[in-house]
C-alpha cells in the first residue's frame, strides 16, 4: 500500500504518519526530514538547499524528483509525507510510479485553519535522533524538553517562525490546492480534518484504512 499524505505544515502529516507507521508497519518517508540531513552536508548545492528551506521557499523540483524515484522503487509499503506539493510534482510523481508500476493507492488530505497552524508550529519541539514530534502545549513530552522515545533533547527548528510559517502557508494555498484537486478526481482522495485530538484522529484514520483493506503487518 502506497499512501501520500497531504496538508500544510503544522496540520498533524507527521504525527498521523508516525502512528499509521506503527500500526500498519509502513514505511515512513518524510521528504522534510530527508532534505534537512541533506542540509547538514558541507556542499554548494546543501547550502542552497538549507537557505530555501529556512525562508519557507520550495526546493526545486529535480531534486525533490530523484529523492522520491529512489524511495519509491526500493519500497512497496510507504507513507510518503512532504511531497507532492505543486501540481506538476503531483503530475511527474504518477509518471514515476507508472514506470515502476506502483500506484500511489490512497491520498489522505489534512484541513486546518491557517491561525490554528501558526499556533501548532511555533510551539513545536522536534528529536532529532527519531523525528518524533512534540508540542509545549498540546503534546508536551513526559520530560521537559526530552523525547520520550529516545531520550534525547528537543529542538526547535529554525524555520519554525511565524513569519516563515505564513510564507509557508502562502505557498501551500497557491500551489497545492491543486494537488488536492488531481487525487480528488483520481477518486483516491480521503478528506480528513486535521483539528481535534490526535489520538482520536488516528483511530478514525485506521478504521477507514482497513475499511480500505490495508491490513496491520
Excluded: W
Excluded at 199 to 212: F, R, S
Amino acid at each position: 500500500m502506497r499512501i501520500v499524505i497531504l496538508g500544510p505544515s503544522g496540520a498533524g502529516k507527521g504525527t498521523q504518519a508516525q502512528a499509521l507507521t506503527k500500526h500498519f508497519g509502513l514505511k515512513h518517508i518524510s521528504t522534510g526530514d530527508i532534505l534537512r540531513e541533506e542540509t547538514k552536508k558541507e556542499s554548494a548545492i546543501c547550502r542552497a538547499v538549507k537557505r530555501l528551506m529556512d525562508r519557507g521557499d520550495l526546493v526545486p523540483d529535480e531534486l525533490m524528483l530523484s529523492i522520491v524515484e529512489g524511495i519509491a522503487a526500493e519500497e512497496d509499503h510507504f507513507i510518503l509525507d512532504g511531497f507532492p506539493r505543486t501540481f506538476s510534482q503531483s503530475l511527474a510523481l504518477d509518471a514515476i510510479c507508472k514506470r515502476i508500476g506502483a500506484p500511489i493507492d490512497i491520498a489522505i488530505s489534512f484541513s486546518v485553519p491557517d491561525n490554528e497552524i501558526i499556533q501548532r508550529i511555533v510551539g513545536r519541539l522536534v528529536c532529532p535522533k527519531c523525528t518524533a514530534m512534540f508540542h509545549i502545549h498540546f503534546l508536551p513530552p513526559k520530560a521537559e524538553g526530552i523525547c520520550d522515545n529516545c531520550g534525547a533533547e528537543l529542538i526547535q527548528r529554525v524555520d519554525d517562525t511565524v513569519d516563515t510559517v505564513k510564507r509557508r502557508l502562502q505557498l501551500y494555498h497557491d500551489l497545492t490546492a491543486p494537488v488536492v484537486d488531481f487525487y480528488r478526481r483520481s477518486g483516491i482522495l480521503l478528506d480528513i480534518n486535521g483539528q481535534g485530538d490526535a489520538h482520536e484522529i488516528t483511530k478514525d484514520l485506521i478504521k477507514v484504512l482497513e475499511e480500505k483493506g490495508l491490513e496491520k503487518r
